[in-house]
């Protein structure tokens, strides 16, 4: 009864979210609303197999828009997409150390809520790691609502004294376009994340279940271009994650959060600081555009970066590869680099 509560909660927090158009409102509603539940009522209860069945479904959500032309185009962009991946990671370790020496943040709690990932991806394996998921999750909002809000108008500046000038959005669908759906198409998805993401999850590989179900289903979308997972099933999943993190938020966490507004703000500078380096090194090395180059550096998610970068003069097609090596790279070898870290450090 309590589990059939709280999926009821999570599933109304996340549709309130999301009408009210907040990023990634499914998760944030959910998380939230389950969060308030289980605080006033002590119920809230969410079965741990419901974790990698939601890290299966995330990773096979990521891997169905990966695509032939994706790893057909990665041969022009192969040195611009090794320095963001590179680069990142190495600058957000940096800024995770700084966060872990500068608060009561743990180590791997510090290094997820600065990872350039995913936010449903990294709250989910920072909760699989024991870190504190519930803050990895604010942080990973403000770096997303910093880089759709913020970043950009910095970036346009830069771009606009580069002689760059602005494309209108063309809001043209594109012709000859195909839609994949059909329940077919989501069914063998499932079937192959599925069944590749238990193999990863009995491997005991950090985030197995995740990473293995998106190579997995990435392989099959190459292979028949069949690879489908319909939004409102995305959403679904991230209210489970919200839910997940939810039911571990307590009263001691929330009298912390005033501890972070500083901390807020040095992740938002770290992450303009450190888009703009990458970028402009990428802009010093490559055939890339300004625009085309500091956008393909943001750390932020691949269609939203993707949208804003054409509006600005950006080659779209690369930006949106280069952001999806990014994720993919991050959500695969991230974790087991935190924990060599980790296991290093402290």
């Known amino acids: 009864m309590e589990f059939l509560l709280t999926i009821v909660v999570a599933v ?6 999301i ?10 509603g959910a998380m939230i609303l389950v969060s308030v539940f289980n605080l006033v009522f002590g119920i809230a209860t969410m079965p741990q197999e419901y974790k990698i069945l939601t890290q299966i ?12 032309e994706d790893i057909l185009g990665l041969k022009q962009i192969f040195k611009p997409a090794i320095i ?21 943040l743990d180590l791997t709690t ?61 809001t043209k669908k594109e ?8 329940l077919e198409n989501i069914f063998l998805t499932l079937l192959v994340g599925v ?25 099959f979308n190459i292979i028949s271009n069949k690879g489908f997972m319909p939004i409102p099933l995305r959403q679904l999943i991230q209210m489970f994650g919200g839910a997940l993190i939810g039911i571990k938020v307590s009263i001691k966490d929330i009298l912390e959060m005033k501890e972070l507004l500083h ?34 550096a943001a750390p932020g998610g691949v269609s939203d970066i993707s949208i804003i970068a054409s509006e600005m003069g950006a080659d779209t097609p690369k930006v949106a590869i280069i952001q999806l090596v990014r994720l993919v790279s991050i959500v695969s070898f991230y974790p087991v680099l935190i924990q060599i870290i980790v296991k290093f450090i402290e």
């Open 175 to 182: 012709e000859g376009k195909i839609i994949k759906h059909g």
């Open 57 to 68: 479904a995330t990773g096979s959500f990521i891997g169905a828009r990966i695509k032939k």
């Open 84 to 104: 963001v991946v590179s680069c990142m990671g190495i600058m957000n370790f940096i800024l995770g150390y700084i966060l872990y020496k500068n608060s009561s």
């Open 195 to 219: 069944s590749i993401g238990y193999i990863g999850y009995l491997s005991k590989i950090p985030a197995g279940a995740l990473s293995f179900s998106m190579i997995g289903v990435g392989i």
């Open 263 to 296: 901390l807020v703000i040095i992740v938002i500078i770290g992450f303009l600081i450190m888009n703009i380096i990458i970028g402009m090194f990428i802009y010093k090395v490559s055939n890339f555009n300004i625009a085309t180059s500091l956008f393909s």
């Open 12 to 17: 109304i927090g996340g549709k309130i979210a």
């Open 110 to 170: 510090a290094l997820f809520s600065t990872a350039p990932g995913g936010m449903m991806d990294m709250s989910l394996i920072a909760h699989e790691l024991n870190a504190d998921s519930a803050k990895v999750v604010i942080f990973q909002l403000v770096r997303l609502i910093s880089v759709i809000g913020v970043i950009p108008i910095f970036l346009k500046k830069i771009i606009k004294k580069n002689g760059i000038i602005e494309f209108p959005v063309n």
């Open 19 to 28: 009408k009210l158009k907040i990023p990634a409102g499914a998760m944030i």
